[in-house]
């Protein structure tokens, strides 16, 4: 489980991950076609070989690698996918209703003290304060932005550290404007200011 998912397991009364069945569909039907694909690179990898020794021109250097290549791309794909759909096809559900959220999560390198800034930023409800948010390859801060689209709502998590030692602050729900702001962000808009500034209402009530 994500850091960032911390606040949403310690409400088991609003929230619930439960496994995508679509998901699991989706990812258990390319695992198994990468698979296919490893065991015929495998069976087939002399004749691959001799196939890819006729390349020619700049190419020609490169024949050797097709068929370890194959059969490295195709083991690749065969365990990602596969791990994917037994590890990484759950959602989150908004009870009582089960609307589906979608979630980003980025990853801040800073300490308690700005993650608490951050947390503060997003509880505004306005994209002036917390935009721009990258996302570092390190850090021990977690933001999760989690989106119902059903429900038309968003909350957004901060956390900090990992393990035991992870401090979570309340719990943000974002609606009205705030919500709409959010929700029509697209991946890039999260790295970039705000091309507006326009404040919505939030949950009075923060829980963590």
């Not at 990898?45 to 490169?62: E, H, L, Q």
């Not at 996918?81 to 590890?87: H, M, N, Q, R, S």
């Not at 979608?102 to 935009?131: K, M, N």
């Amino acid at each position: 489980m994500k850091p960032t998912d911390a606040t949403l397991s310690a409400m088991p009364d609003q929230f619930r991950r439960t496994r995508s069945t679509t998901r699991t569909a989706v990812f258990a039907t390319v695992a198994a076609a990468a698979l296919i694909g490893l065991v015929l690179a495998v069976v087939n990898f002399d004749a691959i070989v001799v196939d890819s020794s006729d390349m020619s021109g700049r190419r020609a250097g490169m024949s050797g690698l097709v068929a370890p290549g194959t059969v490295a791309l195709s083991a690749f794909f065969a365990f990602l996918f596969g791990w994917l759909a037994v590890g990484g096809s759950h959602t989150w559900r908004l009870l009582p209703s089960g609307a589906p959220l979608s979630r980003r999560v980025f990853r801040i390198d800073c300490d308690a003290e700005t993650a608490g800034r951050w947390h503060a930023a997003f509880a505004s409800g306005d994209p002036a304060q917390y935009l721009p948010i990258g996302s570092h390859k390190q850090g021990e801060t977690f933001v999760g932005v989690y989106v119902s689209t059903d429900e038309q709502v968003a909350f957004v998590t901060v956390a900090h550290g990992t393990g035991e030692s992870t401090r979570t602050w309340p719990l943000i729900t974002l609606r009205d404007r705030a919500y709409v702001q959010l929700k029509n962000l697209a991946a890039g808009d999260f790295g970039r200011p705000p091309k507006q500034r326009v404040a919505g209402s939030i949950d009075p009530f923060l829980r963590g």
